[in-house]
């Protein structure tokens, strides 16, 4: 097994990739969901990706959906209880 192939191996086995492509769904995604939020009157300011599990190279990067307050919790807790009653 060549060094590369040894060190890519590795990294997938710790949940990472060096040789993805960046997940380029990652960012709509967070339009996306930004967008539903503010259509239920939702706000999360510090929604975004995690740009060290995007830049680093994980397999699957995350989202960042950040601190809110108490207020902006109980209406997405209220859009979400809506909508599991759909």
């Not at 192939?5 to 060096?18: I, K, P, S, T």
């Not at 503010?38 to 599990?53: K, Q």
């Amino acid at each position: 097994m060549s060094d590369r192939h040894h060190a890519n191996a590795n990294a997938n086995a710790h949940g990472h990739d060096h040789d993805h492509d960046h997940h380029p769904d990652v960012p709509d995604c967070v339009g996306r969901l930004r967008a539903a939020l503010e259509a239920n009157g939702i706000t999360l300011p510090s929604l975004g990706v995690d740009l060290p599990t995007f830049a680093g190279g994980w397999s699957t990067p995350l989202v960042a959906l950040g601190n809110c307050n108490a207020e902006t919790a109980q209406r997405l807790t209220e859009a979400l209880v809506r909508a599991a009653i759909r």
